[in-house]
C-alpha cells in the first residue's frame, strides 16, 4: 500500500501551494519509501508515496488513461488485476503499466461512477476526471485502506493519514471530545469522527464526489455510499440439509482469496497466532503456492496470554521459517509513544503495540506483505459474546416476544448502576438492538463515568456515541439477530480497531501492507447469506462451518482450538512501576493541564496499582487507566507537548505552529 495527501481547491481555479502539498507526502514517507509522485492542476495538488509490491519497475504514480484526461492516485491493491486488465484490453483499452492500480482509470472509463461494483480488493484513491472537472475521493468496502479529510474554507485537505492534514498549517490539531467518547465507549473509532475536530474518516464503502462549478462558485463536497454489507431476511438464508456442499463452496472462495492475495512482485509472509483463522490462510497459502510462508508470531511473557506453544503447533504442520517475537510489558512501554504516534489516537489495546513490534520484524526481514486472519470473527461469530447472546435469546419467541432483551438491559444496569433503563431503550433504539456486544460495550464505558472529568461530562452533554452510528434500522430488523450483531462488528469493531489500530496504522508505520483473504468479497458475501447454524452451531461452537473446512488441511486440534483472543498485558502492568513519561502524564499538573480526567480519582488509582494492588480495580477499570495514560499521551504527542519529557512529533507541532498558509494562483 501507499500513501496520498493533497488539496483540493473548490473553486477549482487556483492551484494548491506546491511547498505545502509536498510537506503534507513527506509525513507519509513510512508509507511509501520506494517512489513518489505528484500531480498539479488548477483545483488539484495531490502527493503521492509508492510502497512498490506490483509493477515494481513502472508502476509510478499519477496513472493516466491513454488521452491523459483521467487520472488516478491510489493506496492499495486490486487482486484481480490479471483477469480485469484482460478484459479491459479486450475492449480496446491500452495499458501502459503492469500497476494494479491502472484499472481504475479505464474502468471509469466504462463505468463512471459505477466503478466501484467492480472494484475488488483494499483501496483508498483520489480519481481526477479533467474533462468533465471532477474529482472522486474513494474507499474500499470495509475499511482496510484509510482516507481522512477537512474542508477549511474554500478547500478540502485529505491524506491517509491525519499527520498530513496536520502538516499543510492549515488544519489545527484540536481535540474532538465526542471521539474521544467514541473510544470509551467502543473501544475503537469506527464512525466518520476522528480525535480531531473538523477531521473526518470517509466511511468504508463511501466515496466523496467534488464537482467544480462552471461560474466558479466554490463545489459542495458530497458523500455517496455505493456498497453496504448486506444479509437474507430472517429465515431466507442459505440451509441446505447436506452442509458438504457449502463447505466446497467456501473452500473454493477462500482458496481463490488466498491466491489472488500471494500475487505480488515482492515475497509475501504471513501473521500467525493460535488460532484458527491465521492457521488457516498460511495452510491455505502453503496449498496454493506450493510452499508454505514464512510466519510472524508474537510471544506474550504470560502463561494465560501466551499462544507461540499454540502457534508453534501450526507452524510445524504447515511448515516454512517460523519467527518469533516477545512482547512483554517492559517492551510495550518502550513502545507506546511510538504507538500512538502511528494511530494518531488514544489506543486502549496494548496489543496494537505488540502487533507493531510484529511489523518492525517484518519489515527488518524485507518483506513488505502478509497475509492475516482478521475478519473470520465478525463473518462466522468467532467472539464470545455472540456465544453468550445467543444462548440468552433462546428465550425469545420470534421477534415479538423477547426476554433476552429485557436480560441485557438488567446486565447492564448491573455493570452501570448510574444509567437508566431508559437509557439503554435510547442506545438499542439508535442500533435496533440490543445487539451481542451491547454488554460489553457497556462494561468498556463504564470507565467513563469513572475518570472523565465533570468539565468532559459537561461538555458531552447527553451526547452518546451511538448517535454517530449510521444504520439503516429497518434492514437491521428484517435479519436474524445473529446477523444483526454480525453487521454491528463490521462496522465498528473491524474498521475502528482491527484494520486500523491492529492493522494499516502499525503495519504502515513499518512499511509492511497487510492482506486479509476473511475480507474478499466473495467471502464476506458467502458468510452473510448463509444460515446462522452454520456460523454458530447451537450457541456453543464458533465458526462451525470455518473450522470444518480448516480440518481438510490443519489437525484437528489446530482447526477445532477454541477462541482465544489476542491481547497482551493491560495497562497496569506498565503503570504498577511506570516508566518516567507515564509517571508526568498521569501526574496532577499534566491531568489537570488536560482536562479530561478526574485527577483525584486517577491519581488514587494509580496508586493503588503502585502499591501492588490493581487486582480491586477490575478488568474494565484497568482497561480505562490504560485510556486515560492513552489519551494523555496523545494530547502531549499532537496538541502542544507539556505533559511529559517525550519529544512530540516536529512535523506535526512545528507546521501547526506556523503561519497559515493559502492556496497560491495558479502556476504555469
Given at each position: ?16 501551494d ?16 520506494d ?47 490479471t ?61 482496510i ?186 517492551f ?53 459474546w ?56 457497556n ?33 437491521l ?11 454491528l ?35 464476506i458475501?458467502?458468510?452473510a ?27 484437528e486440534?489446530?482447526?477445532?482450538r ?86 512530540c ?13 493559502e ?6
Amino acid at each position: 500500500m501507499c500513501g496520498l495527501a493533497g488539496v483540493i481547491d473548490l473553486t477549482g481555479r487556483r492551484e494548491p501551494d506546491r511547498a505545502m502539498v509536498a510537506r503534507m507526502g513527506a509525513v507519509l514517507f513510512h508509507r511509501g519509501p520506494d517512489d513518489s509522485g505528484t500531480l498539479f492542476a488548477p483545483g488539484i495538488g495531490v502527493s503521492h508515496r509508492r510502497l512498490s509490491i506490483v509493477g515494481v519497475q513502472n508502476g509510478q504514480q499519477p496513472i493516466f488513461n491513454e488521452d491523459r484526461t483521467i487520472a488516478v492516485l491510489c493506496n492499495g491493491e486490486l487482486f484481480d488485476y490479471t483477469e480485469r486488465k484482460a478484459e479491459l484490453q479486450a475492449r480496446g483499452h491500452v495499458f501502459r503499466t503492469d500497476s494494479d492500480c491502472e484499472l481504475i482509470v479505464h474502468l471509469y472509463e466504462e463505468h463512471g461512477e459505477d466503478l466501484f461494483e467492480h472494484l475488488k480488493g483494499q483501496f483508498a484513491f483520489v480519481l481526477i476526471d479533467f474533462t468533465k472537472r471532477l474529482v472522486l475521493l474513494a474507499r474500499d468496502r470495509v475499511g482496510i485502506c484509510p482516507l481522512f479529510w477537512s474542508q477549511q474554507g474554500n478547500a478540502v485537505y485529505f491524506g491517509s493519514e491525519i499527520k498530513a492534514l496536520i502538516a499543510s498549517g492549515v488544519v489545527a490539531p484540536v481535540a474532538d471530545v465526542k471521539g474521544l467518547d467514541h473510544l470509551f465507549t467502543f473501544f475503537a473509532l469506527s464512525s466518520r469522527r476522528t480525535m480531531f475536530e473538523g477531521v473526518q474518516s470517509i466511511l468504508p464503502g463511501h466515496y466523496l464526489r467534488i464537482a467544480f462549478r462552471s461560474d466558479g462558485k466554490a463545489a459542495e463536497v458530497a458523500e455517496r455510499r455505493y456498497w453496504d454489507l448486506d444479509f437474507p431476511d430472517w429465515g431466507d438464508e442459505d440451509d441446505p440439509a447436506d452442509e458438504s456442499f457449502l463447505i466446497d463452496e467456501f473452500e473454493a472462495k477462500f482458496q481463490r482469496a488466498v491466491e489472488v492475495r500471494l500475487r505480488a512482485d515482492v515475497p509475501v509472509a504471513g501473521y500467525l497466532s493460535g488460532g484458527v483463522d491465521s492457521a488457516y490462510v498460511l495452510a491455505m497459502a502453503a496449498k496454493v503456492s506450493g510452499r508454505p510462508l514464512p510466519s510472524f508470531t508474537v510471544k506474550v511473557p504470560d502463561p494465560t496470554l501466551d499462544e507461540e506453544e499454540n502457534a508453534a503447533e501450526a507452524a510445524r504442520h504447515i511448515g516454512g521459517a517460523a519467527t518469533v517475537v516477545e512482547a512483554g510489558p517492559a517492551f510495550i512501554a518502550d513502545r507506546y509513544a511510538e504507538l500512538i504516534r502511528a494511530a494518531e489516537s488514544p489506543v486502549l489495546d496494548t496489543s496494537c503495540a505488540a502487533l507493531l513490534a510484529l511489523s518492525q520484524e517484518v519489515h527488518g526481514q524485507g518483506f513488505k506483505a502478509v497475509l492475516t486472519g482478521e475478519g473470520a470473527d465478525e463473518g462466522f461469530a468467532g467472539y464470545v459474546w455472540f456465544k453468550i447472546r445467543e444462548i440468552g435469546r433462546k428465550l425469545d419467541f420470534g421477534d415479538s416476544f423477547r426476554p433476552s432483551t429485557g436480560i441485557s438491559r438488567v446486565a447492564r444496569k448491573w455493570a452501570a448502576p448510574n444509567l437508566g433503563f431508559g437509557d439503554f431503550a435510547r442506545i438499542d433504539s439508535l442500533i435496533a438492538g440490543p445487539h451481542a456486544q451491547s454488554v460489553m460495550y457497556n462494561l468498556v464505558a463504564t470507565s467513563r463515568d469513572l475518570y472523565y472529568s465533570q468539565d468532559l461530562k459537561e461538555r458531552l452533554g447527553s451526547f452518546v456515541a451511538y448517535q454517530d452510528l449510521e444504520l439503516d434500522l429497518d434492514r437491521l430488523r428484517r435479519w436474524h439477530p445473529l446477523n444483526r450483531s454480525l453487521y454491528l462488528g463490521y462496522k465498528l469493531h473491524l474498521p475502528g480497531l482491527l484494520l486500523s489500530q491492529k492493522g494499516d496504522r502499525v503495519a504502515m508505520a513499518n512499511s509492511v501492507e497487510t492482506r486479509y483473504p476473511f475480507l474478499d468479497e466473495e467471502v464476506i458475501s458467502f458468510a452473510a447469506r448463509i444460515h446462522p447454524r452454520f456460523k454458530l452451531r447451537r450457541g456453543l461452537k464458533d465458526k462451525y462451518l470455518l473450522r470444518q473446512a480448516a480440518m481438510r488441511l490443519l489437525p484437528e486440534a489446530v482447526a477445532q482450538r477454541r477462541k482465544a483472543m489476542f491481547r497482551a498485558p493491560l495497562a497496569e502492568t506498565f503503570l504498577s512501576s511506570p516508566p518516567s513519561f507515564v509517571r508526568d502524564l498521569v501526574s496532577r499538573e499534566s491531568l489537570a493541564r488536560a482536562g479530561y480526567f478526574d485527577v483525584e480519582r486517577v491519581r488514587r488509582d494509580c496508586e493503588l496499582l503502585a502499591r501492588g494492588e490493581g487486582g480491586k480495580l477490575g478488568t474494565f477499570a484497568s482497561l480505562g487507566l490504560g485510556g486515560v495514560v492513552a489519551t494523555q499521551l496523545w494530547h502531549h504527542l499532537y496538541l502542544g507537548g507539556g505533559l511529559c519529557d517525550l519529544p512530540c512529533s516536529a512535523d506535526h507541532r512545528d507546521l501547526a505552529g506556523q503561519s497559515k498558509f493559502e492556496l497560491s494562483s495558479a502556476r504555469s
